[in-house]
């Protein structure tokens, strides 16, 4: 899929593509991991991380690095890192890859929802999690980013679990905590 000189595939990601994923997180955003981060996810949730390819050249110019937590006492995936280079951005890469990481969550894991952290400023991504793709905002975690930047906790739910049921009731209550620093008006 793509546009003119744009093409671009969404594959499951392989082991020689780490680094190049690393390259291209360096490139678009200020939180940087280490390669052996990369190789870590790599050898523990393969079937979860996806690279968007441009087609002519090779390049990749998108990723998303998931995984399944382990900190959790039901079955749940996160969201470690996505990103698309700005020349690849408005083309649907990142919703592709978000959905191509969703289905094996859902299929090979099992997950019961995932989860992921935005910056409460980052009304592109807010906008894809949100509107596209379902998810909530279940909470904040203040200074969450290196900056002293507010997080939302975000959670797409696939299953209808009692997490699930209580998360709706506290959005319909007003419980869901709100940031400090929320999105200028």
């Given amino acids: 899929f793509g546009f003119k000189d744009k093409m671009v595939s969404i594959r499951r990601a392989q082991v020689e593509d780490m680094l190049k994923m690393q390259q291209t997180n360096v ?3 200020p939180e940087n991991y280490t390669s052996k981060y990369y190789f870590y996810h790599w050898l523990n ?7 968007a390819e441009e087609v002519s050249t090779g390049k990749i110019v ?3 690095l998931a995984k399944v937590d382990e900190e959790t006492s039901d079955i749940s995936g996160h969201i470690t890192s996505i990103s698309v280079l700005r020349t690849h951005r408005k083309l649907g890469i990142a919703y592709k890859l978000m959905c191509a990481t969703h289905q094996d969550m859902i299929e ?3 997950c019961d929802y995932c989860s992921l952290n935005v910056r409460v400023t980052n009304r592109a991504a ?5 509107t596209k793709l379902g998810y909530l905002k279940t909470g904040v975690e203040e200074g969450y980013y290196a900056d002293g930047e507010d997080g939302y906790i975000m959670k797409k739910f696939f299953k209808e679990t009692d997490e699930y049921k209580k998360v709706l009731k506290d959005i319909q209550a007003g419980k869901i905590v709100r940031a400090k620093n929320k999105i200028p008006e």
């Fill in 27 to 29: 490139w678009c955003l």
């Fill in 45 to 51: 949730w393969s079937q979860l991380l996806y690279v």
């Fill in 62 to 64: 998108g990723y998303v």
């Fill in 108 to 110: 090979v894991m099992d």
């Fill in 126 to 130: 807010l906008n894809l999690y949100e």
